[in-house]
């Protein structure tokens, strides 16, 4: 999954990131979402393509794989409030400032984020929702949602995703602490019959600390008991039978903005190690901004195309939006089974190379995607760099992609991937100004 963790953060001296406008396409000056409207400005940089999945909520759609999925992890967390109304349009300061999301941090940029204008933005996790919930008074509380990122093209990357996000506050005090110590009996007896091998870390340490407000033992026992409560969970989502090969699962420090000790998860499935949550004990300072006093608790959010990818074998992002018979009819509410294949049609790959303009910041990849994206949808299967080049005397830099159209339900004819490819460069020349090679 694509976490704010501090890997993410080390993406940022990568590309460059800029705060100006991505795409300087001409935009109305409002735009309707979900039967609203809203003006644009200088940064917005939300396309068609994008806004068209809002109303979709593929999520909630019975016998959809994400919703079934959603379901399950529901029905372990019975008592837990279940949410999944939320619209997706935040402002910035909900979805970075008020989880304590540094000033620079990469994630604002246009680059990596949807704006609809300088005020509102497209959820980029459902972290975002975290104050709003808490300051309702809920406790414990699961909510699901599309969020959205700017991001490369490839099978499995998507500008919308999907995310679960689960949290589980506790009283601060001695009762509290009881009611956490049988909850941990009850999990630990649970996981030590089960077929599963856990790779563990401490809760605490120097490098992954309590929070300062915090008593370590208190930090420590809601720490551990996230880790059982996540640990069953994967049980329960992994965990084949006692016959099968035990289920392994690993606990890393991360760093998040909004929690401390902080964790992400992977799972061992098919020969790799998968990254499949990120999670932690939730910083106080979220709790004080939600008026939620004496308590500590801990959070998590995990992706669920990831998940489901793995438990229904299906080998493209893109299907996840399919609305082909072939599909969707393989599906049933409440049933995980391995996805039938119906056919791989022929790929058809097209380069474009280009020098980008005299002076000017190159391109931006996601941009490029974007653009792509805009055109051609989900008729382009990856998008990948093959050169880039600044030119020794003129100082001019030189980009060149590889596109490869590829329609997960017929075949492509020439012509119509010819057509795409020429308003690519249509595209390309008139927005970014740039010279084709
Ligand atoms: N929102 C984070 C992301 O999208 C994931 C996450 C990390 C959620 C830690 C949490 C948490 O609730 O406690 O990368």
Same mark, same amino acid.
């Not at 939320?86 to 935040?90: D, Q």
């Not at 499995?156 to 500008?159: G, I």
């Not at 080998?315 to 893109?318: E, F, N, Q, S």
């Given at each position: 999954m694509r976490c704010y963790s501090h890997g993410y953060s080390l993406l940022a001296g990568a590309h460059h990131r800029s705060f100006s406008s991505a795409i300087t396409s001409k935009y109305p000056h409002t735009l309707e979402i979900l039967s609203e409207q809203y003006s644009t400005d200088e940064i917005t940089n939300v396309t068609p393509a994008i806004l068209s999945k809002i109303p979709l909520r593929i999520h909630t759609q019975t016998g959809h794989p994400l919703s079934t999925l959603r379901s399950i992890i529901e029905s372990h967390y019975p008592d837990f409030s279940h949410i999944s109304s939320? %619209? &997706?349009?935040?402002t910035p300061f909900k979805n970075f400032d008020e989880l304590s999301f540094p000033k620079d941090h990469p994630g604002r940029s246009v680059t990596d984020s949807y704006y609809i204008n300088k005020e509102l933005m497209l959820r980029t996790h459902t972290s975002a929702h975290e104050v709003e919930v808490f300051s309702k008074g809920e406790d414990k509380w699961l909510l699901t949602a599309d969020v959205y990122r700017r991001d490369e093209i490839d099978g %499995?990357?998507? &500008?919308v995703f999907h995310q679960m996000e689960g949290a589980r506050l506790y009283n601060a005090d001695a009762s509290g602490m009881e009611e956490v110590k049988e909850d941990n009996e009850r999990l630990s007896r649970h996981l030590e019959t089960s077929n599963i091998v856990i790779q563990d870390i401490p809760h605490i340490s120097p490098t992954n600390p309590v929070q300062q407000t915090h008593d370590p033992v208190h930090s420590e026992l809601i720490a551990k008991n996230l880790k059982l409560s996540l640990n069953s969970l994967l049980l329960r989502l992994f965990g084949g039978s006692k016959s099968e090969e035990p289920l392994r699962v690993r606990w890393i420090e991360a760093y998040f903005p909004f929690t401390s000790p902080s964790f992400e998860v992977e799972v061992f499935f098919r020969g790799k190690w998968l990254e499949i949550l990120g999670c932690g004990v939730v910083r106080q300072s979220t709790l004080d901004t939600s008026n939620v006093q004496g308590k500590i608790g801990w959070a998590f959010g995990l992706g669920l195309e990831r998940i489901a990818m793995i438990l229904y074998s299906i &080998?493209?992002?893109?299907l996840f939006w399919s609305t082909d018979k072939r599909f969707l009819s393989q599906f049933k509410a409440g049933e995980i089974k391995m996805f039938k294949p119906y056919s791989k049609y022929p790929s058809c790959f097209k380069d474009v190379s280009f020098w980008n303009p005299q002076g000017s910041v190159p391109l931006h990849d996601n941009d490029f995607c974007d653009l792509v994206r805009e055109i051609a949808g989900d008729l382009v299967e990856d998008v990948k760099v093959i050169d880039s080049f600044v030119h020794p005397k003129t100082n001019r830099s030189s980009s060149c992609y590889r596109i490869n159209y590829r329609s997960m339900d017929r075949s492509l004819s020439n012509e119509e991937v010819n057509e795409l490819q020429k308003s690519v460069i249509t595209r390309l020349t008139d927005v970014f100004r740039v010279e084709i090679r």
């Open positions: 939320f %619209s &997706p349009l935040v %499995s990357h998507y &500008p &080998p493209d992002i893109r």
